[in-house]
């Protein structure tokens, strides 16, 4: 790979900007939360537990825009690292809910914090004004209705 700088005729489409920001975001995620033994969808599904009340595995699937079979595969890697925990929902035998453990939530509370780092490290090049202008622009693109067109 070259340090070359990428050519004005890349670097004036929305699909290489967004790509290249993502792969650098995750590059510099990875090496944040590799202290935690955690990667990012992990400590995301670790955020979503962390509710006030239990999710069961599809509730957290749904709020984490996942299949459920990827979400049974993640909560079973963070439950073999003494993340969270599986129990019987009370309400319906047939559903599991999934509570972080006290292990869980200390590495949510230090992971967190370590994410949040990253990112403002991430973010520097832009003035704190630009950098809240593109999360607030990502989020509205995010969450508005998907167009069909």
Known sequence: MTDDPPSEVLTSRLGYLLKHAYLR??????????????D?????????????????QLEAAGRLGIDRTTMV?????????????????????RKNTVQLTSTGQDCLRQAEQARKEMEHRFLAPLSPSDADQ???ALQTLVTAPKSLD
Not at 26 to 37: H, N, R
Not at 86 to 91: P, T, V
């Open 73 to 93: 595969a993640l909560i079973d890697t963070l439950e073999a690292k003494g993340l969270v925990e599986r129990h019987r929902s009370a309400q319906d035998r």
């Open 40 to 56: 990012g969808r992990e400590l995301a599904v670790l955020a979503v537990l962390a509710t006030q009340y239990p999710l069961s």
């Open 134 to 136: 593109l999360v607030h």
């Open 25 to 38: 975001l995750t590059e510099a995620s990875t090496l944040a939360l590799a202290p935690f033994g955690i």
